[in-house]
């Protein structure tokens, strides 16, 4: 770590975790001796030891001691609607009380109409459903592939696109940047086809497209950078990006894993979906114009195998995406503008929390004019005020930003107060009411006091 202090602190906020909480210490004893490092996801898996959860609901989880957690990671930014929303495990439960929900292995019409939800809200013309984001982008680069001939493939530095061959690039920050091949055991080729490329710098993507144009399959972009910092693309860029795709015959694929059903944006060639659209429950989707797509079907012969799957469109998954999404289009407003409304509260608050304390935070995302409204909040420690967080670039950069602080000693010192967070906060869903957000407040404002002496010693 950075600096003698930052460790003390951190060595308290351990003893003290531990102190709170036992039994999920015990249980990840246990754990670890089954599952490679005790579970399956790292973002679950922080030192000591992760919180084991025994039930959800809203804006809580209950851990193994019974203490009631406040969530702002909501299933990896799935839950919009909080934990278990009773219109969804209802609906679960009447579907598996009627004699139907796990796996057949047959086609349904649940599929049908989560599909038709899809198409009509994206503007998709086909749609084919997976089961996790990572195979979705996967399928999609392969898509791109074959529908443009060509083998490169364009990311942004700090884009995660899930464990897939052409996303294990560039994902986390080394000395050169964003470059690094993130896995071994990766086919040489897929490595070599991985161009990086850096989020909201225009000049760097005119570069990189009149360098490579020619060869570029696709560029994979998320509209709302958001594990490397929940950083919004300006519209400039997006615009560029979709000229450029344009110019050099090149597709633009928008991953919307995660902004998906919370953001909307320009029309890719192909997007991806996941979390949101499956209600809580293991849904992906790519969707896009009918000339790419049906290269993965009969029509197409078959070019790409995007096939296969045997829990792809699972009956009990397709119902839970399906209520999802029509209750998401049925409350529009009413959802996007309170969920704006918080996010708005809150990032504007803690900043001023943390600051009160002599600590510069810097909260990202700000709506911008490419997302009218954002219920996205992370916080970052930069050195100095003018820093502006306009890139996962400047988020890592150890010379701008203290990620040690936001990912280590922030993410304890809130769980101590029971608050959850990933990335230095997370998303705001519907069951987040002002209550909730007094009390991460007062947490924010406990964690800051705690670690005013420390963070000012840094600057
Ligand atoms: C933008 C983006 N794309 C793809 C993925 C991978 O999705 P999954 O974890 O469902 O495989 C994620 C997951 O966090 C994501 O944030």
């Excluded at 102190?19 to 246990?30: K, L, T």
């Excluded at 091949?181 to 497209?209: M, R």
């Excluded at 996962?392 to 101590?416: F, G, T, Y």
Aim: negative net charge; contains cysteine.
């Amino acid at each position: 770590m950075r600096i003698q202090a930052f460790e003390s602190v951190y060595e308290d906020l351990m003893g003290e975790y531990k102190a709170r909480f036992p039994r999920s210490g015990q249980q990840h004893e246990r754990a670890t001796k089954v599952m490679v490092d005790g579970g399956q996801h790292t973002l679950r898996l922080y030192p000591p030891y992760p919180v084991y959860v025994q039930s959800a609901s809203g804006a809580y989880v209950r851990d193994l001691e019974g203490h009631d957690i406040l969530d702002f990671w909501q299933g990896h930014f799935a839950n919009i609607l909080g934990h278990n929303p009773p219109l969804i495990t209802g609906a679960l439960s009447d579907q598996l009380a009627g004699g139907y929900g796990l796996q057949t292995g047959m086609v349904d019409e649940l599929a049908y109409d989560l599909a038709t939800l899809i198409c009509q809200q994206t503007g998709a013309e086909r749609v084919r459903l997976t089961t996790s984001g990572s195979l979705a982008t996967m399928y999609a680069i392969m898509l791109a592939r074959s529908f443009t001939g060509r083998d490169l493939v364009l990311k942004i530095g700090g884009g995660w696109h899930g464990a897939q061959p052409w996303g294990l690039v560039g994902v986390s920050y080394g000395q050169c940047g964003y470059q690094s091949i993130e896995s071994e055991g990766l086919p040489g080729a897929t490595t070599e086809e991985a161009l990086v490329t850096q989020f909201n710098d225009c000049d760097a993507l005119e570069q990189v497209f009149s360098q490579y144009g020619d060869r570029i399959a696709c560029f994979i972009l998320e509209p709302v950078v958001g594990a490397s910092g929940a950083i919004p693309g300006r519209l400039d860029y997006i615009q560029l990006a979709r000229e450029l795709a344009d110019k050099h015959g090149a597709l633009l694929i928008l991953d919307e894993v995660i902004a998906g059903f919370r953001f909307y944006s320009i029309t890719p060639d192909l997007i991806t979906l996941g979390k949101i659209a499956g209600g809580g429950m293991p849904v992906a989707a790519v969707a896009g114009r009918a000339e790419i797509m049906t290269i993965a079907g009969i029509e197409g012969g078959r070019r790409v195998r995007f096939d296969g799957g045997t829990y792809s469109a699972h009956p009990a998954s397709m119902l839970a995406g399906k209520i999802m999404l029509q209750y998401l289009v049925d409350h529009e407003d009413e959802v996007y503008s309170y969920l704006a409304r918080l996010g708005d509260q809150v990032r504007s608050r803690v900043e001023s929390i943390f600051g009160e304390h002599g600590i510069i935070v810097r909260c990202t995302g700000y709506p911008n004019d490419a997302i009218p409204g954002s219920s996205l909040a992370m916080l970052h420690f930069p050195l100095r005020p003018d820093i502006e967080i306009s890139s996962p670039n400047i988020a890592a950069d150890p010379q701008c930003c203290m990620l040690e602080v936001r990912e280590q000693l922030l993410k304890l010192a809130l769980l101590l107060e029971d608050v959850y967070a990933v990335h230095g906060l997370g998303a705001l869903s519907m069951a987040h009411t002002e209550d909730d957000l007094a009390q991460l407040y007062a947490a924010c404002d406990r964690v800051a006091e705690r670690l005013s002496e420390p963070v000012q010693s840094a600057y």
